[in-house]
């Protein structure tokens, strides 16, 4: 029997009015700051449309170079927080040994420390150990407060896992390694993706860590735009954010557009959905 979907009420005005109000907090800055990207001020005080500031940030070698250095860091620190964190959040979830709960809650530490004593932790770790501020200490420091976020995101993943896929994997002859890449690793995948995401966006963003960490000749974009900042806001930096915030945005939708679900595709074909894994090991 069908059940009756009823109608929702309606929110009450204050509830849409802090809703509405919100959302202006949030993307009004953001609209401003595109707007100004395009508008250029002559002597007199009129303004008119302009692409010139785009043709600035783009031509700038300074801006060139510490765009570079922020791909290559958010690249590097990237992969080694998706690795690390993977792996911490496979033994944590599936594995029993001593020391776990304590393991367990330092992974947690890096989200509840204050950014501030973070950078200054790592720096003084990274002058007793004799490492040079640059882009190698940049990337360690990165590794050190992101993974943490891949570790819940994947852990999220491993708590919702059929176990019983895997153990139809080995009773179709899969060994160990073969079940976890055919099996495991491509349903916990939207998990480490979600996690990988997450490392590079922090990375990409993060200021504070990155001014106590770089070296000389090694400034990310974050801490270029602070340089520049405080000298005056130059159009141009608007232009530059502005090219990034569509970089995002086309990321996002790449990687988040919809899909059908699996029941959907199970009722349009009215066939019972089998993960390709275990079709490909039979």
């Known amino acids: 029997m069908a059940t009756e979907h009823r109608a929702r009420p309606s929110p009450p005005f204050f509830a849409s009015l802090v809703t509405a109000g ?12 595109v707007t100004y990207s395009f508008v250029q001020t002559d002597l007199d005080g009129n303004s008119s449309f302009t692409w010139n500031w785009y043709y600035e940030a783009v031509a700038d070698s300074s801006l060139q170079q510490a765009l570079w250095m922020s791909l290559m860091v958010g690249v590097w620190s990237t992969l080694g927080a998706t690795l690390l964190g993977t792996t911490a959040a496979l033994a944590l979830e599936r594995t029993d040994f001593p020391g776990k709960k304590i393991f367990d809650a330092l992974t947690l530490v890096p ?13 003084i770790w990274f002058v007793i150990l004799k490492i040079s501020l640059g ?8 590794i050190t407060f992101s993974f943490s976020y891949v570790i819940i995101t994947v852990r999220t993943r491993l708590a919702d896992f059929d176990h019983s896929l895997e153990e139809a994997a080995r009773d179709l ?8 890449w055919k099996v495991t690793f491509p349903l916990i995948w939207p998990g480490i993706l979600s996690g990988a ?7 990409f963003d993060d200021f504070l860590i990155t001014f106590f960490t770089a070296g000389v000749g090694s400034d990310t974009l974050p801490v270029k735009l602070y340089s520049m900042i405080k000298f005056g806001i ?9 090219l990034i915030l569509l970089a995002t ?23 019972t959905s089998v993960p390709d894994a275990l079709k490909a090991l039979g």
């Open 22 to 33: 919100t959302f202006l907090l949030l993307y009004i800055p953001l609209f401003v700051l």
């Open 234 to 242: 130059s159009p141009k930096i608007n232009a530059l954010s502005t």
């Open 111 to 123: 989200l509840i420390v204050p950014e501030i004593v973070m950078a200054l932790s790592l720096l």
């Open 135 to 142: 882009g190698i200490s940049i990337v360690l420091a990165h």
């Open 197 to 203: 995401l997450m490392a590079f966006t922090l990375s």
């Open 249 to 271: 945005a086309l990321l996002v939708l790449m990687i988040f557009r919809p899909k059908r679900s699996m029941k959907t595709i199970s009722k349009e074909s009215g066939e």
């Open 173 to 180: 002859g899969a060994t160990p390694w073969k079940t976890f």
